[in-house]
């Protein structure tokens, strides 16, 4: 999946003072690296293993794989939007998930909906909707779950909603794999390939998110190079004491002739107990498949446990 390293060749300065340091030869491309991770890098801070953790790294995915088994209330708020960027159908509500001798089961304590968010037999209207159910919203009981990454990442299952549902993961959880079923896109998604890793900028710089000391790895495409490619931003925090992933903000896009998406994401997560948990997700995104409306769709989700 994520095959390929690349490896450095100079680090840099921050603060727009950049200056070339010893060769690492850890990546074919080069990094830029602050102050704070050159140092640690010199007094024996393994990057190259650091990396190799960016690119399998399953904290992530394991997150999100144990809300299924976890209490937890949640506000949903669902807009769909017409070209002007007006509100023209939405959800709002709170759901309230129960897990109780290793099944969970969930209950809508409110909900207000505006327009034609669903149909009249109260399937959803619009397809973004039927993902975001499918994701965070639970029918009836479901039993005998876990949050074991391992095996349910590559799963695309069959059907048009269980492959949009793997390829969705791919691009979420695990950014730099192929994702395969996408016409036209090719490769263009495997950031850490050689061959698309040329087209952007990679840097690791040393911040804090909540008070929490992290490394922050950044994807960036190089001037000139933003046309012809997928991700046009990926920025992750990871927590330096376990390398968990504790904010993520994307921004992708692609067009050709059959289809088009520009979506904006961050995800935040935090450490409930035992267990790292997603505390909110923010989207804003607009696609459309040949054949289809255009659906312009903004929602925010909200996690307490």
Known sequence: MLNKLFISACCFLCFNTYAQQNDTSIFKYPIQMDDVVVNAARGGWDVKGFIKRVQNDTTFYKAFRSLHIVSFTATN???????????????YSHTKQTVSDHCRTMQVIDEKVVGDFYKHNKEYNYYTAELYAYFFFTKGTICGEDNIVAGHLEDNGKGKLEKSKGQLKQLIFNPGAHIHGVPFMGDKAAIFDEDVARHYDFKLLSDTYEGQDCYVFKVIPKQGEEGDIVYNELSTWFRKTDYSIVARDYSLSYHT???DFDVIMKVRTSQVGQHLLPTSIDYNGNW????KKREKVKFTILFDY
């Open 288 to 291: 459309h498949v040949f054949s």
């Open 77 to 91: 708020d669902v807009k769909m939007l017409n070209k002007k960027g007006e509100v023209t159908a939405s959800l």
């Open 257 to 259: 002739l059959f289809y």
